[in-house]
């Protein structure tokens, strides 16, 4: 006859069994994402975003091909429910007419510049585990692979879109980061419609892939 002590047992073992929480090795983990505001680079992405509570590197091979606007719409997005977006040692200073033309509102946008990379590094991690932050932007090449572990752990806790802008350079280092994408010119592109062919070269869940998007910010 068994005991109350295996009856409470078996009980909860079988609530554990049927509960939503459980994880199953026959089934794909679900993984949080905010849309990219592009469907071609949306559908080759895992859970159909950019991931939140991720790090997410990005590598332009040339200084001001779009780099940020590959992220505008998403940021548009979290700058409309009222979320900060925080900008930390950008290589330029951030414009405010470019940005409103990009319809954020400047009220809830933050531009952070230290005196130097680690300093950088510190601010946006802080701000990034506090969750004070929808998305936080470093500009950093550091190759610290335990700074890069501290900023994805910060972007978990604080369940924030993580972007990392890197130099080239750094795209053949090994990175914690969930997904990193290398930007090139698209040989597609055309003067009224600027676009930018990125090269996912790692994608937790994903796959590697090449996807040309356009860059008209007419359409946010």
Same mark, same amino acid.
């Given at each position: 006859? !068994?005991?109350?002590?295996?009856?409470?047992?078996? /009980?909860?073992?079988?609530?554990?069994?049927? *509960?939503?929480?459980?994880? =199953?090795?026959?089934?794909?983990?679900?993984?949080?994402?905010?849309?990219s505001?592009?469907?071609?680079?949306?559908?080759?992405?895992?859970?159909?975003?950019?991931?939140? @509570?991720? $790090?997410?590197?990005?590598?332009?091979v040339?200084? @001001?091909?779009?780099?940020? %606007?590959?992220?505008? !719409?998403?940021?548009?997005?979290?700058?409309?429910?009222? %979320?900060?977006?925080?900008?930390?040692?950008?290589?330029?200073?951030?414009?405010?007419?470019?940005?409103?033309?990009?319809?954020?509102?400047?009220?809830?946008?933050?531009?952070?510049?230290?005196?130097? /990379?680690? /300093?950088?590094?510190?601010?946006?991690?802080?701000?990034? =585990?506090?969750?004070?932050?929808?998305?936080?932007?470093?500009? *950093?090449?550091?190759?610290? /692979?335990r700074?890069?572990?501290?900023?994805?752990? +910060?972007?978990?806790t604080?369940?924030?879109?993580?972007? $990392?802008?890197?130099? !080239? *350079?750094?795209?053949?280092?090994?990175?914690?980061?969930?997904? =990193?994408?290398?930007?090139?010119? *698209?040989?597609?592109? %055309?003067?009224?419609?600027?676009?930018? =062919?990125?090269?996912?070269?790692?994608?937790?869940?994903?796959?590697? +892939?090449?996807?040309?998007?356009?860059?008209?910010? +007419?359409?946010?």
């Amino acid at each position: 006859m !068994p005991s109350s002590h295996t009856a409470v047992t078996d /009980d909860a073992l079988q609530n554990l069994l049927h *509960s939503s929480q459980l994880w =199953r090795g026959t089934e794909s983990s679900r993984i949080k994402t905010q849309a990219s505001g592009y469907a071609a680079l949306d559908a080759v992405l895992p859970g159909g975003g950019w991931p939140v @509570g991720a $790090l997410t590197e990005l590598f332009p091979v040339i200084d @001001g091909i779009g780099e940020l %606007r590959v992220s505008l !719409p998403a940021l548009k997005t979290l700058n409309d429910a009222g %979320r900060r977006i925080v900008f930390v040692h950008p290589p330029y200073t951030p414009y405010p007419p470019a940005l409103l033309r990009a319809h954020l509102s400047l009220k809830n946008i933050l531009w952070v510049n230290p005196e130097n /990379d680690e /300093d950088a590094r510190w601010a946006a991690e802080q701000t990034l =585990r506090t969750g004070a932050a929808g998305a936080v932007l470093l500009w *950093s090449d550091t190759r610290d /692979d335990r700074s890069l572990r501290r900023l994805q752990l +910060a972007a978990e806790t604080g369940q924030a879109l993580a972007f $990392l802008y890197r130099t !080239p *350079s750094m795209r053949n280092q090994s990175s914690p980061a969930a997904l =990193r994408i290398a930007l090139h010119p *698209s040989g597609a592109a %055309r003067p009224e419609e600027p676009g930018l =062919r990125l090269e996912i070269i790692k994608a937790r869940g994903g796959h590697t +892939a090449m996807v040309d998007i356009a860059l008209n910010l +007419a359409r946010m």
